[in-house]
C-alpha cells in the first residue's frame, strides 16, 4: 500500500515554477493550480488517512507527558510561578519561528523521499534526544550534588536545583524544537496528498489520533506510580518510554506516505532567492499578502489558543494546588506535598478524559459539520468553552467535578485542532502548503505568549494571596 502524490511538480514540458508570475502567495496558487503540474487527487480510504496522520501521535504524546508534568517538576525543584511561563516560551518561540521556516524548507525540498518526509524523520530523533536529556536531568543532577538540596530539603527551605533545572530547559526546548520540526510537516503532507473534498474528513481523524495519543500518555500519568522502579520517577520513566513510542508512531508514515519528488527545478513558487535569507523573505511576504480568507482563520485560531493555552500547562498544577490544596515545594514526603502529588496525578486523569472525548467527538464531528455548517459547530464550541471556564470561578469543584470538566473541554479542543486546517487546506491546496500551515500555526503560538503569560501572572498574585493568608 502507498500514497502516490497527485501532485506532479516535475514535467516534460518546458514550463518551469520559475516561469509561472504572481502577485501573492493566493494567486500562485491559483496559477499552480491551473499549471500542467496540477492534477486532482484520489479518494483515501480511512486505513491510509489513519497512517498518513500516524506521525501526530508522535507529537501528541510528547506534548501530552510535557504539559502533564513539566510545571510540577519545575515547581518541585524550587521553579517560581514568575518564572515558569518564561521556561514555557520554548514552545511559542519555536513554533514561531522554526515551524513557518521549516514549511518553506520542506515547501523547496528536492530530497528522494519527497518533501514532508525527510523532516518528519529528522524531527523524530530530535524529539527522542529532547526526551534524553529531560529524562537524565536528575541523575545528572545528583552527579553534581544536587540530590539532597533538590528533592529532600529541610522544612521551610526552598529546593535548590541548578543545575538539574538547567538542564531540564534545555531539554524542554530541544523537545519543543524537535516538535515543531514534525508538526508542520505532518500536518502538510495530509493536505498535500488528501483531496479538497476528503480535508475535513482527514483532519477528523487527525484529531482522532491525536486525541488517542494524549489518552494514553495521560493515563499512563494518571495510574503510573510517582516511583518506578529502575527509572525512580515517574518523569523519568515516561519520557524513556517517549523515546521508544515517537519513533514507532511516525514509521507508518515514513513507509506508507510516498511523495513524489521536486527534481532539479526550484520548489517555490513565490521566490527564486536561495539561502536563509530567501527562507525568511518567503516566510514574511506570506504574512504580508496572506490572503483574506486566510487572515480570519489565523484570527479566529489565535483566539482559540489565547483562551485554551493555560489549561494544557497548568490543570495538574491547578488540580495539585487548588482542588487538593498541595504544595508542591513541601518537604517530600509531608501530607501537602503527597496531596499535589496525587493531584497531579488526578489531574493527568482530567487530561485523559479531555483526550477520551476529544477522539470521540472526532469521530462525529464530521456529522456535525455537514449538518449545521463550519462557523455554526465552531461558533458554539466557542459558547460552550465559554460556559466551562465560569463553573470554576462561581462554584468550588472537587476532584471529581474537576475531572469531568477538564474532560468535557475535549470537544472545543477536537473542533478548534481540526476545521482552521481543514478549510486553509481546502482555500490554499498549492505547492506552499507547508508555508501556510506554519503561518496558521505562527497566529497559535504568538496566543500560547499571550495566554500563559496572561495566566501566570494571576496565578502567582493567587499564590501570594493565599502564602499570606495561611501565615
Known amino acids: 500500500m502507498s500514497f502516490s502524490e497527485k501532485v506532479p511538480l516535475v514535467s516534460d514540458s518546458n514550463e518551469t515554477l ?59 525543584r524550587g521553579v517560581s510561578y514568575a518564572v515558569i511561563p518564561f521556561i514555557w516560551l520554548a514552545g511559542p518561540f519555536s513554533g514561531f519561528i522554526v515551524q513557518p521556516v521549516i514549511g518553506v524548507l520542506s515547501d523547496r525540498c528536492r530530497h528522494p523521499w519527497g518533501r514532508r518526509r525527510p523532516f518528519i524523520f529528522m ?51 530541544i523537545l519543543n524544537i524537535a516538535i515543531n520540526v514534525v508538526q508542520g510537516p505532518a500536518r502538510a503532507i495530509v493536505a498535500d496528498l488528501v483531496n479538497t473534498e476528503q480535508q475535513t474528513k482527514a483532519n477528523s481523524i487527525l484529531t482522532g489520533v491525536m486525541g488517542l495519543s494524549n489518552l494514553f500518555g495521560n493515563l499512563l500519568g494518571r495510574f503510573v506510580p510517582a516511583e518506578v522502579p529502575l527509572f525512580g520517577s515517574n518523569f523519568r520513566f515516561l519520557f524513556s518510554l517517549g523515546m521508544i513510542l515517537v519513533p514507532l508512531s511516525v514509521l507508518p508514515t515514513l513507509l506508507l506516505g510516498h511523495e513524489r519528488p521536486l527534481g532539479r ?13 530567501g527562507v525568511f523573505l518567503d516566510v514574511w511576504r506570506s504574512f504580508v499578502s496572506m490572503p483574506k480568507e486566510m487572515s480570519k482563520v489565523s484570527l479566529v485560531y489565535f483566539l482559540s489558543w489565547a483562551a485554551f493555552s493555560p489549561f494544557q500547562f497548568y490543570t495538574t498544577d491547578w488540580i495539585g494546588k487548588s482542588v487538593m490544596h498541595g504544595d508542591p515545594q513541601k518537604a517530600s514526603g509531608s501530607l501537602q506535598r503527597t496531596a499535589y502529588e496525587e493531584g497531579v496525578r488526578i489531574g493527568a486523569l482530567a487530561l485523559a478524559g479531555l483526550s477520551l472525548v476529544m477522539t470521540v467527538f472526532s469521530a462525529v464531528q464530521t456529522f456535525f459539520v455537514e449538518l449545521l455548517g463550519v ?20 462554584v468550588n469543584l472537587n476532584t471529581v467535578w474537576a475531572v469531568m470538566l477538564v474532560s468535557l473541554l475535549g470537544i472545543h479542543f477536537s473542533i478548534f485542532n481540526a476545521l482552521p486546517f481543514a478549510l486553509v487546506a481546502s482555500v490554499l491546496d498549492g505547492a506552499n502548503t507547508g508555508l501556510y500551515m506554519g503561518v496558521l500555526n505562527a497566529s497559535c503560538v504568538v496566543a500560547q505568549v499571550v495566554g500563559n503569560f496572561t495566566a501566570g501572572k494571576h496565578i502567582l498574585v493567587y499564590s501570594m494571596a493565599s502564602n499570606l493568608q495561611s501565615q
Request: neutral net charge.
Open 18 to 76: 520559475d516561469n509561472i508570475p504572481y502577485t501573492s502567495l493566493k494567486s500562485a496558487d491559483e496559477d499552480y493550480k491551473s499549471s500542467k503540474k496540477y492534477t486532482e487527487k484520489p479518494d483515501k480510504t480511512n486505513l491510509e488517512l489513519l497512517a498518513l496522520t500516524s506521525s501526530l501521535a508522535a507529537v501528541q504524546f510528547s506534548y501530552a507527558i510535557e504539559f502533564a508534568f513539566g510545571t510540577p517538576w519545575f515547581r518541585e
Open 123 to 173: 524531527g523524530a530523533l530530535l524529539i527522542v534526544f529532547g526526551m534524553l536529556v529531560l529524562s537524565t536531568a536528575d541523575p545528572l543532577g545528583s552527579l553534581f550534588g544536587e540530590r539532597n538540596a533538590c528533592h529532600s530539603p529541610t522544612e521551610g527551605s526552598q529546593p535548590r536545583c541548578t543545575f538539574t533545572v538547567t538542564l531540564g530547559i534545555i531539554g524542554l526546548w
Open 265 to 277: 527545478q526550484p520548489a517555490s513558487l513565490v521566490s527564486s532567492t536561495s539561502g536563509i535569507l
Open 375 to 394: 462557523r455554526k459547530v465552531y461558533a458554539m464550541s466557542q459558547i460552550f468553552f465559554g460556559f466551562l471556564c465560569l463553573i470554576p470561578i462561581l
